[in-house]
């Protein structure tokens, strides 16, 4: 089993930044894929980015140019920094992991809002 914690959610003004941090415990060892998703209640929840074990990522268009995703082997983190939020960047920011034998593992989420 892998454990995903978050933290780094809050309240920010339009065109400020935030920087997620997820860190996995357990069978870290199994996973081969990290990331975010969000999700507004009544809503799927949509892809925000991914990295793999090899580093290549996934940015979602509608982030691209604003959000980059990292991570930490060493730590076993994933980073997801937010700049120039907008308002409609508010949402609830679920971690990921991806195990071997296609498991997936989820965080418990975050709460990120834009307002001013």
């Known amino acids: 089993q892998v454990q995903l914690v978050e933290s780094g959610g809050g309240l920010v003004q339009p065109g400020g930044s935030l920087t997620l941090s997820c860190t996995a415990s357990?069978?870290?060892?199994?996973?081969?894929?990290m990331g975010w998703y969000r999700q507004v209640p009544g809503n799927e929840r949509e892809l925000v980015a991914r990295i793999n074990i090899g580093g290549s990522t996934t940015i979602a268009d509608s982030v691209k140019g604003r959000f980059t995703i990292s991570r930490d082997g060493a730590k076993n983190t994933v980073y997801l920094q937010m700049n120039n939020l907008k308002p409609e960047d508010t949402d609830v920011y679920y971690c990921?992991?991806?195990?071997?034998?296609?498991?997936?593992?989820w965080g418990q989420g975050t709460q990120v809002t834009v307002s001013s």
């Open positions: 990921n992991a991806v195990s071997y034998g296609a498991i997936q593992s």
């Open positions: 357990g069978r870290v060892f199994q996973i081969y894929d």
